[in-house]
């Protein structure tokens, strides 16, 4: 089974916010929620869990 993205309706609407690790702006793809970390792409790939092959 391929991971494909779809595209529901046109581009998503991304939000400024900073990031919780680094402290740099960055753009997210969700509204941020108070008292939940924010990851810019860069720290995000820090703490994502290693992919199983």
């Keep these: 089974m391929s991971r494909e993205r779809r595209n529901f309706g046109g581009p998503?609407?991304?939000?400024?916010?900073?990031c919780s690790d680094c402290g740099k702006e960055c753009e997210v793809p969700f509204k941020p929620t108070e008292g939940r970390p924010v990851y810019c792409q860069d720290c995000f790939a820090k703490h994502r869990p290693p992919r199983r092959y």
């Excluded at 998503?12 to 900073?18: I, S």
């Design 12 to 18: 998503r609407e991304m939000h400024k916010a900073t």
